[in-house]
T-cell receptor, first 110, second 112 residues
Framework: GQQVMQIPQYQHVQEGEDFTTYCNSS?????IQWYKQRPGGHPVFLIQ?????EVKKQKRLTFQFGEAKKNSSLHITATQTTDVGTYFC??????????FGDGTTLTVKP | EAGVTQSPTHLIKTRGQQVTLRCSPI?????VYWYQQALGLGLQFLLW???????NRGNFPPRFSGRQFPNYSSELNVNALELEDSALYLC???????????FGQGTRLTVV
């Protein structure tokens, strides 16, 4: 079945450094969603991208959807300790049956 | 406004037993989704219910089943529990057709 591969699995950064996680698919996606899960918490929806080449920003977070709609990225500028957690991408091409990547776990050293 | 609520929060069962997990969606949400999250891993889609009907199902054996009630709450049933069923079971709800799903805190199931 359709899979989304997410890299890296772990990322350790110093507070103030940037962070990027990538999501890749071998097939064209109709949309891509991003979620954040804090340690011990539940996933929280961040955003959905639908259009080819789409770029959306939420404060220090920048989300991109590739031109071919086969990859996506989440970039955090100047990380803060509140950014720690696991970031998941999810493909919802098959309606209601979201396929999640394995996530990138971000740790931020103060 | 209350969020998605799940019960129980923690559960310990013996291999071969059966378990029922419960989920109450956000008021006004008709869709309920169930996911399994094994420790340290991503979310695996289990089931999607909307308006009382099963709309989609993940790649899980038939011993994973569920239902949605007229008030849109939902149950997930797992029969003949196996050790590898130990995981966090997450429920999410949304309005049909909207992308944003709201997750509950989950039920941590341990099978011994």
């Amino acid at each position: 079945g359709q899979q989304v591969m997410q890299i890296p699995q772990y990322q350790h950064v110093q507070e103030g450094e940037d962070f990027t996680t990538y999501c890749n698919s071998s097939t064209t996606l109709s949309n891509i969603q991003w979620y954040k899960q804090r340690p011990g918490g539940h996933p929280v929806f961040l955003i959905q991208l639908v259009k080819s080449g789409e770029v959306k920003k939420q404060k220090r977070l920048t989300f991109q959807f590739g031109e071919a709609k086969k990859n996506s990225s989440l970039h955090i500028t100047a990380t803060q300790t509140t950014d720690v957690g696991t970031y998941f991408c999810a493909d919802n091409t098959n309606a209601g049956k979201s396929t999640f990547g394995d996530g990138t776990t971000l740790t931020v050293k103060p | 406004e209350a969020g998605v609520t799940q019960s129980p929060t923690h559960l310990i069962k013996t291999r071969g037993q059966q378990v029922t997990l419960r989920c109450s969606p956000i008021s006004g949400h008709t869709s309920v989704y169930w996911y399994q999250q094994a420790l340290g891993l991503g979310l695996q889609f289990l089931l999607w219910y909307d308006e009382g009907e099963e709309r989609n199902r993940g790649n899980f054996p038939p011993r994973f089943s569920g239902r949605q009630f007229p008030n849109y709450s939902s149950e997930l049933n797992v029969n003949a529990l196996e050790l590898e069923d130990s995981a966090l079971y997450l429920c999410a709800s949304s309005t049909y057709g909207t992308p944003e799903a709201f997750f509950g805190q989950g039920t941590r199931l341990t099978v011994v």
